[in-house]
């Protein structure tokens, strides 16, 4: 049972405009929201979180947003840099699990120059 | 500050046979976990180490065991490799675990053939 879907495995744009990465999830039981974004022969890095008491959070270009009655969060990239192109993952977790995610299957973004 | 370090990175091992990796989380992390990804599964949590005990385990078979030393050095072992253990094992420290960031390693490339 995949608990955290992201159904675009790819998504291509061009430089400078918006990247708009989507994820969905299942279990309402989720309270924080993750995106790692992770390039060939690296671990994933952290790039930014949401807790469900929020509906928006930004950091620079990098800004999630939490529908929860929908359960989904998208991550817009603006403007996006050809430096983005990577996998990103959404991830979830409930806050007692400890350190427990629950990963999406990655969206490969790529920002063409 | 040095950050997380696995060893070894790459590995080549016959089914039935068993494998350790290690994992050196960043200096005052306490919380180790591991992941497992593949391109069919995506990442899938193992477990996390927590102060060396197991705080949360994930969906996988017995033959995965870890353990977490004083220095919060975890290790991961398999037994029994079968061909579909084949993947990027990741371990990720945190500081406390609570939904907390994670920081990955780069990961080691498991080949079971």
């Known amino acids: 049972d995949q608990q955290v879907k992201q159904n675009s495995p790819s998504l291509s744009v061009q430089e400078g405009r918006i990247s708009i990465l989507n994820c969905d999830y299942t279990n309402s039981m989720f309270d924080y929201f993750l995106w790692y974004k992770k390039y060939p022969a690296e671990g994933p890095t952290f790039l930014i979180s949401?807790?469900?008491?929020?509906d928006k959070n930004e950091d620079g270009r990098f800004t999630v947003f939490l529908n929860k009655s929908a359960k989904h969060l998208s991550l817009h990239i603006v403007p996006s840099q050809p430096g983005d192109s990577a996998v990103y993952f959404c991830?979830?977790?409930?806050?007692?699990?400890?350190?427990?995610?629950?990963f999406g299957e990655g969206t490969q973004l790529t920002v063409n120059p | 500050k040095a950050g997380v370090t696995q060893t070894p990175r790459y590995l080549i091992k016959t089914r039935g046979q068993q494998v350790t990796l290690s994992c050196s989380p960043i200096?005052?992390?306490?919380?180790v976990s591991w992941y497992q990804q593949t391109p069919g599964q995506g990442l899938q949590f193992l477990f996390e180490?927590?102060?060396?005990?197991?705080?949360n385990k994930g969906n996988f078979p017995g033959r995965f065991s870890g353990r977490q030393f004083s220095n919060s050095r975890s290790e991961m072992n398999v037994s029994t490799l079968e061909l579909g253990d084949s993947a990027l094992y990741l371990c990720?420290?945190?500081?406390?675990?609570?939904?907390?960031?994670?920081?990955f390693g780069p990961g080691t490339r498991l080949t079971v053939l």
């Open positions: 949401i807790s469900s008491i929020k």
């Open positions: 991830a979830a977790s409930v806050y007692t699990s400890g350190s427990r995610l629950t």
């Open positions: 990720a420290s945190s500081l406390y675990g609570l939904y907390n960031e994670q920081f």
């Open positions: 180490y927590f102060s060396e005990t197991q705080r």
């Open positions: 200096s005052g992390h306490r919380s």
